[in-house]
């Protein structure tokens, strides 16, 4: 791939519109602005998904949410330049992302789950022609074999909700994998799994591909890093380096691993912080630390990070869970053995790295066990327990059922945001994505209203 | 999730795991003590079997043998008042041996097989490139009483009985069964945790090489438990009918267990907030009030000698399987798992960089050594009369050892050693070795392949 300043590109041989493996970098010319232009509507893209999914979005929802994504942002007005966009944008933001284990993680899991649902858009029949261009090692299973296994399948499909009758006729369509490479058919027992073969229905291929599609990019991404350091980040040093080097943060929201200096904040105030200004997330391991003197390891993380990002600094960080951990296990078990992870949150134990407070979508895909108190509410509790924490929180009547009504379509941070607009009596138009964010944003309500009214 | 971060988790996870109390020793009335604890790593600790073990046949003269393999493999160390040693690594048996001794550490804990040796990582880590990560592991699983404390009244907390400790064999059978038939693993080891749960290590290599991504699939799927402690409702099996991996699960074992054991050996409908416990699983409110109405008339005043809570079990299962709702036939299952179903630290399964505790450590609060289960006779495990080390002691004190012996063999900890060697290790060698032997003549042949071209 060329770059070139301002001039057209040169037209590339009429390539065939569809799904690409991004195997090699386009042997075109691509303009500066292009360059930066198509890969911020990639980015809108993989940003809209990985909001989708965080939002718990169902397989059927991402499936409309992607193709409308990628109708509004890659389509170009110029059908035939549509296949180069879309491969000089993943192509460019493959720089921008290859640079740490963090962005390399992100990106990695957004272009699959794009893929994924193109892929499940695309027809039978480019579907299969994409199969064979992975040269996906598997072969149905025969005749004799699937008799064999016949019942299993037809109790894995009804046990999924999928219709049962119509296997019969579809019998050659199962393939043979190891359980390796369909990990998400495997969490979700979605296959029959026998002596370590998962039993693959042809609908679910997609499972196999987006496997092998995350692992040739994985590849890719880590290859990409080596030219980056190595060549690429000094020879582009005066035009893509700065390009690519503010695409990477301008997306990515806003951190909150360190706390805004003004935004420092007392111990004496904690209390009523946490009942003004805490998501109910962080309320709940509050008030149980209150009440319990104690947290389990998760819950430590997840509110220890969250107080660090809104600004209580490490010395009354360390004074607050030792008078609380101390009640129940004594101050010296705490110096020896909490304590330490307290200063390690703050950097200031271990290797000094700093530590991001949580996000939503890491707290809602978080996986609390018997006894312990992180998560997000919204997601992890029953609903009887959802109910009494709002009304905890001074919400009722009406609000309480559109929340509730949210959480059972599995948007989460909606009903964060509907509990949060309840209470502040002000509309929350962002949404919350963040804990600190949710934190920040009611700060800023409370303190005009002081002022207002003072 | 940086590399660091990693470690530190691992450091706080022993502090927050199960063994959650403070290794302290010298309150056993067995007589636990620094000084048995020297004698049983001087003379039972069975390291050259651990040795091979933990090298998967690439201790031996294959040319296709990895030499680093076990150096690079952590160990670490727990003394008195949680003080770690993390990032030990051995080059050989006898560095291991010598370690131990010299230490003495009350908990060993066996890690991944790193990128480059734990103890020399500061060395490799001058040279740039983050090369210090692991490569290889066991997939483990830890089941741990405590976790069962809302549906066993015999005892709760770290202790167990023979009336609970049923829960763990069957959580052996449903994971055992699963490993093998469902994901084709054969090398698989049980091990007692020395006092209130048990340890699984599935070695085959197709394991050891898991990402975690793929570890995380497999604690999915064994996992029914949905939600923290706020969810009342934990299990929920959706679907006309059950997968068939939880279908043999229900059939051959929970359900017998749950029917002939579990429900009258826990009381579970005799009291009152027993039964009301039960009864909450049951989505339909009235259906719930009438069965409990029913059962505050008549307590226990039933004419018939039938064991109340056989009775009330039945009634219940047949006022919800005459019920129309789909729903609520699928509730007699799903009170079944919420009571019977491996409950999992699935944490533990799904990254490669978690610590276990090695088998044949002391459990240094009830002096037990943690020794093998027999996967296939679990039923006869009796953790109560598991080794302790005072008996070891007593066993070597009261015998002449002979010269051909090992001093193992005089103990009852021999009858574990050998079931360790004859059941687990040597077919786990046999098959590192075939396949040491394949790659090595795939390699062959592809390199001489490319010679020809
Ligand atoms: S949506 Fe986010 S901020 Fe709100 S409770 Fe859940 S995790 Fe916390
Ligand atoms: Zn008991």
């Known amino acids: 791939m060329e770059i070139v300043r301002s001039q057209r590109k040169v037209a590339d041989a009429a390539a065939p519109p569809g799904l690409s493996l991004y195997r090699s970098a386009p042997a075109v010319e691509v303009r500066l602005e292009d360059f930066e232009l198509y890969s911020i509507h990639r980015l809108r893209v993989l940003q809209g998904i990985s909001d989708g999914l965080s939002r718990g979005k169902k397989p059927e929802e991402m499936e409309k949410l992607v193709k409308e994504l990628w109708r509004t942002h890659m389509r170009h007005q110029d059908p035939s330049e549509d296949m180069n966009k879309d491969i000089i944008s993943h192509f460019v933001l493959r720089l921008v992302y290859c640079r740490t284990e963090e962005l390399r993680k992100w990106f990695l899991s957004m272009e699959t789950a794009l893929f994924r649902y193109r892929f499940r858009l695309e027809s039978p029949e480019s579907q299969r022609t994409l199969m064979s261009e992975f040269q996906l090692p598997y072969k149905s299973i025969s005749h004799a074999e699937f008799e064999a296994v016949k019942d299993k399948l037809n109790q894995v499909a009804r046990s999924t909700g999928q219709l049962s009758n119509a296997l019969i006729s579809i019998n050659l369509c199962y393939m043979q994998a190891p359980f390796e490479e369909v990990p998400d058919l495997v969490a979700n027992r979605r296959v029959f799994l026998l002596k370590g073969f998962a039993y693959v229905a042809m609908t679910q291929v997609v499972s196999l591909v987006s496997t092998h599609f995350r692992s040739i990019v994985s590849k890719a991404l880590v290859l990409t890093n080596r030219k980056w350091t190595s060549t690429i980040r000094d020879k582009e040093k005066n035009r893509l380096t700065p390009i690519v080097e503010a695409l990477s943060t301008s997306y990515l929201g806003p951190d909150y691993s360190q706390p805004k200096d003004f935004s420092e904040i007392s111990l004496k105030d904690i209390d009523r912080l946490a009942n003004s200004s805490f998501p109910l997330c962080m309320r709940h391991l509050f008030d149980k630390l209150r009440e319990n003197h104690h947290l389990k390891h998760g819950g430590r993380m997840q509110l220890g990070l969250f107080l660090k990002g809104v600004g209580l600094r490490l010395e009354d960080a360390l004074l607050f869970w030792k008078s609380e951990f101390s009640q129940k296990v004594g101050p010296e078990k705490f110096d020896k053995e909490y304590a330490y992870s307290i200063r390690h949150n703050y950097g200031k134990e271990g290797k000094r790295t700093d530590y991001t407070p949580y996000s939503c979508q890491k707290i809602i895909s978080s996986t609390p066990s018997v006894g312990d108190h992180h998560g997000c509410p919204y997601r992890h509790f029953s609903e009887e327990n959802l109910r009494a924490a709002l009304g905890k929180m001074g919400v009722g009547g009406r609000s309480v059922d559109d929340i509730l009504d949210k959480v059972r379509n599995r948007h989460y941070q909606i009903a964060c945001t509907l509990t949060f607009e309840a209470i502040h009596a002000a509309s929350c138009d962002t949404g919350i994505n963040h804990p600190n964010q949710y934190f920040d944003a009611s700060q800023k309500i409370l303190q005009n209203k002081s002022q207002t009214t003072s | ?453």
């Not at chain 2, 048995?36 to 043998?65: E, I, Q, T």
Request: with cysteine; aromatic share 12%.
């Open chain 2, 1 to 453: 999730m940086t590399k660091e971060e990693t470690s530190f988790e691992r450091d706080d996870m022993q502090i927050d795991g199960h063994d959650t109390e403070r290794l302290q020793v010298g309150k056993i009335p067995g007589g636990f003590c620094a000084e048995h604890l020297k004698v049983y790593y001087g003379k039972l600790f069975p390291y050259a079997d651990m040795y091979r073990w933990l090298s998967y046949g690439n201790d031996g003269k294959h040319p296709a043998c990895d030499h680093s393999y076990f150096a690079r493999r952590e160990i670490s160390y727990t003394f008195e008042n949680d003080i770690f040693m993390r990032y030990q690594s051995f080059n050989n048996a006898s560095d291991m041996e010598n370690s131990i001794r010299d230490k003495c550490p009350l908990k060993i804990d066996i890690g991944p097989v790193y990128s480059v040796e734990p103890s020399k990582r500061h060395a490799y880590a001058q040279s740039g490139n983050n090369v210090f990560v692991p490569v290889e592991r066991e997939l483990i699983f830890d089941i741990d009483m405590s976790d069962y404390d809302d549906v066993r009244y015999c005892c709760s907390g770290a202790d167990v009985c023979l009336d609970c400790w049923p829960l763990m064999t069957v959580a052996i059978k449903v994971l055992d069964t699963a490993l093998r038939d469902d994901f084709g693993f054969n090398h698989i080891l049980w091990v007692y945790s020395g006092r209130r749960g048990v340890h699984c290590w599935v070695c085959d290599g197709r394991a050891r090489r898991l990402s975690n991504e793929q570890r995380s699939s497999i604690a999915d799927y064994f996992r029914v438990y949905k939600g923290g402690e706020n969810n009342v409702k934990r299990v929920n099996l959706t679907g006309q009918v059950l997968h068939p991996f939880l279908a043999r699960s229900y059939t051959n074992v929970l359900k017998g267990f749950f029917e002939e054991k579990l429900l009258t050996v826990q009381n579970l409908f005799a009291y009152e907030e027993r039964s009301q416990k039960v009864l909450e699983i049951i989505p339909d409110e009235s259906i719930a009030s009438e069965l409990h109405d029913r059962w505050q008339g008549n307590r226990r005043s039933s004419i018939s000698k039938e064991d109340v809570n056989v009775v009330r079990w039945e009634q219940l299962k047949h006022v919800l399987q005459s019920g129309k709702q789909k729903g609520l036939r699928r509730c007699v299952e799903e009170i079944v798992f919420t009571y019977t179903y491996p409950r999992l630290d699935v944490e533990v399964s799904k990254h490669m960089n978690h610590l276990l505790k090695a088998p044949f450590c002391v459990h240094p609060k009830t002096g037990r050594v943690c020794v093998p289960i027999d996967p296939s006779d679990c039923d006869n495990f009796d953790p109560t009369t598991a080794p302790t080390l005072s008996e070891l002691l007593e066993e070597l004190n009261n015998s002449m050892r002979s010269e051909s012996e090992e001093e193992w063999e005089r103990t009852s900890l021999g009858k574990s050693i050998k079931f360790f060697r004859s059941s687990f290790l040597s077919p786990l060698l046999k098959s590192c070795k075939e396949e040491m032997e394949n790659l090595y003549n795939s390699k062959a042949k592809q390199s001489k392949n490319a010679l020809d071209w």
